[in-house]
T-cell receptor, first 116, second 114 residues
Framework: DTGVSQDPRHKITKRGQNVTFRCDPI?????LYWYRQTLGQGPEFLTY??????LEKSRLLSDRFSAERPKGSFSTLEIQRTEQGDSAMYLC?????WGTGELGYTFGSGTRLTVV | AQSVTQLDSHVSVSEGTPVLLRCNYS??????LFWYVQHPNKGLQLLLK??????LVKGINGFEAEFKKSETSFHLTKPSAHMSDAAEYFC????????????FGKGTHLIIQP
């Protein structure tokens, strides 16, 4: 068990460029979540997958944000036409469902995005 | 709907003295409650969690929290602070994960004075 891995750790991009982040969850975890954390705030829920199905995406911040989990394993979060307000830490977490609940909620170390 | 209020944005204590970080929650369902710690430039680490078993929950590094349904509170305590406890602490509520995800409070910055 190597935990939840996120790549890259840091990304600096120019305004208007597209960026993509990757998350590799714990292998036996069927749920995967994306969060955004801005300076001085707690993480904010964006979207989640159960296996390959994206079951909640209404919290994505705008239509510039999209996420995929094509084979139910790793996931990508893409931001198109980045804006300075997108600068934040993007966190991934994974968990395993157990009955009607879930176990083993584990966070990755995050990708810090800076838009200049 | 669920929400979390951390009552103090900053708490400062002397090393060796007790720590109290306050949290109130709101949830439409029987919630699960968590405390996470975040050290600078590090990921979120789970300290402890309440999932409807014992109301007094013991976590790592000597921390514990008590779930009080009547007060909708889940305060975090530690008998004796250590310099390594300096970090950001988040109180978190979940109604079973999934579409609601985890809802985080805004965080309490714990400062340990030597």
């Amino acid at each position: 068990d190597t935990g939840v891995s996120q790549d890259p750790r840091h990304k600096i991009t120019k305004r208007g460029q597209n960026v993509t982040f990757r998350c590799d969850p714990i292998s036996e975890h069927n749920r995967l979540y994306w969060y955004r954390q801005t300076l001085g705030q707690g993480p904010e829920f964006l979207t989640y997958f159960q296996n390959e199905a994206q079951l909640e995406k209404s919290r994505l911040l705008s239509d510039r944000f999209s996420a995929e989990r094509p084979k139910g394993s790793f996931s990508t979060l893409e931001i198109q036409r980045t804006e300075q307000g997108d600068s934040a830490m993007y966190l991934c977490a994974s968990s395993r469902t157990w009955g009607t609940g879930e176990l083993g909620y584990t966070f990755g170390s995050g990708t810090r995005l800076t838009v200049v | 709907a669920q929400s979390v209020t951390q009552l103090d944005s900053h708490v400062s204590v002397s090393e060796g003295t007790p720590v109290l970080l306050r949290c109130n929650y709101s949830s439409s369902y029987s919630p699960s409650l968590f405390w996470y710690v975040q050290h600078p430039n590090k990921g979120l680490q789970l300290l402890l969690k309440y999932t409807s078993a014992a109301t007094l929950v013991k976590g790592i590094n000597g921390f514990e929290a008590e779930f009080k349904k009547s007060e909708t509170s889940f305060h975090l305590t530690k008998p004796s602070a250590h310099m390594s406890d300096a970090a950001e602490y988040f109180c978190v509520v979940s109604s079973g994960g999934g579409a609601d995800g985890l809802t985080f409070g805004k965080g309490t910055h714990l400062i340990i004075q030597p």
